[in-house]
């Protein structure tokens, strides 16, 4: 695929025209999005892996093969990102995610390693609630035991209900994951 960085986007209307189809892609800061987005596109640094967690505060806009748009949303729930900046990401990220006409799904990472997480399960109730269609990824697999593994899925489905059907086990390590976080972004586009 030919993938290019399109903008960064401080407000809706610094928004490309929503003449594609979009993903966008949510997580708290540090669960591997950036690592995520680089193994989907098979680019080592399409996206900078944050050495300075917390800091993007902006929608970065991908576009890929001149026909989707990839969107890189702001980490949220880092303890040191001042009080008014996270006001100011919910704002810009829920006006965006309750209005973008061409928003076609939202993936949601977290880290298999944590235990179910407020703001987390906050974005997921919200996105239901919206009607929005969303996927959860759980990330940073390598670094479980199998068996670890299965014992944090369960626990992270059972508190965001998901199941096979919208949830992926990742490893932007490994790679694994990846064709199946494909096949199942692919249903919505
Ligand atoms: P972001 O803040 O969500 O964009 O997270 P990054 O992609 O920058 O990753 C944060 C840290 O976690 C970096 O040190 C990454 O190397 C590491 N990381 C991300 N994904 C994985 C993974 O799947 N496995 C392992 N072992 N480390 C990961």
């Known amino acids: 695929a030919n993938i ?12 490309p025209a929503p003449e594609h189809p979009e993903i966008a892609f949510a997580g708290r800061s540090n669960v591997g ?23 993007t505060q902006s929608l970065n806009y991908f576009l890929v093969d001149d026909s989707l748009y990839l ?6 729930g880092y303890a040191k990102v001042p009080k008014g900046m996270q006001h100011g990401w919910q704002e810009l990220i829920t ?3 309750s209005t973008r006409s061409t928003l076609r799904c939202v993936v949601v ?3 298999i390693r944590h235990e179910l997480k407020a703001s987390d399960l906050q974005l997921v109730d919200w996105l239901r609630h919206q009607g929005r269609s969303y996927l959860m990824v759980y990330t940073k697999a390598d670094k479980l035991s199998a068996n670890d593994r ?8 059972a508190g965001f209900s998901a199941s096979d059907r919208n949830r992926v086990v990742f490893s932007g390590k490994t790679g694994d994951g990846r064709t199946e ?3 199942l972004l692919d249903t919505f586009l």
Do not use: I
């Open 95 to 97: 006006s965006y995610l």
């Open 150 to 157: 299965l014992k944090q899925r369960a626990a992270l489905d």
């Open 181 to 183: 976080l494909l096949e």
């Open 109 to 111: 990472l977290v880290d």
């Open 33 to 55: 999005k950036s690592t995520l987005l680089n193994r989907l596109c098979n680019r080592r640094n399409l996206v900078k892996v944050s050495a300075r967690p917390g800091k």
């Open 4 to 15: 290019s960085f399109v903008t960064s986007a401080h407000a809706l209307k610094q928004l």
């Open 71 to 76: 969107v890189d949303l702001p980490g949220y």
